[in-house]
C-alpha cells in the first residue's frame, strides 16, 4: 500500500517556484484595474428611469464598478433601498453611483 501511495506523488503536480502563479496572477489582477467611468447626464437619465421602473424580483443585465473593476452579472434583484441609494443583486450591495448601464430582462 505504501509503494502505491509514493508511486502516486511522483504524479503529484511540482511547483519549482514557489509562490510564482500567486504572484503572476495579482500583477494580472492589478494591470487589469480601471478607472471609474463619469457617465454624461443623458446616461443618468437612462438610469434613473430603468431605477424607476425596476422591482424587488425583476431579473437585470447590470455593469457595475467593483474594486476597480467592471462587472457585468444577469440576475434577480434581491433589494433596491431608495433612501440609501443602492440594490442588493444575490446579497451583494450596489450602490446607483457604481452603476455604469442596466437592462431590465425580465419584471
Known sequence: ???????????????????????????????????????????????????QKLRVG???????YFNSHYVQVENEVDDINLPQRYISINHTKIHFSDIYSMDIVEN
Not at 5 to 26: C, H, T, W, Y
Not at 58 to 64: A, D, K, L, P, R
Open 58 to 64: 425583476s431579473v437585470v443585465n447590470i455593469t457595475f
Open 1 to 51: 500500500m505504501a509503494n502505491k501511495v509514493n508511486r502516486a506523488a511522483q504524479f503529484l503536480p511540482f511547483d519549482a517556484l514557489k509562490g510564482l502563479s500567486e504572484k503572476i496572477a495579482q500583477v494580472e489582477e492589478e494591470l487589469s484595474r480601471v478607472e471609474k467611468i463619469e457617465l454624461s447626464d443623458y446616461q443618468k437619465e437612462m438610469l434613473d428611469e430603468t431605477l
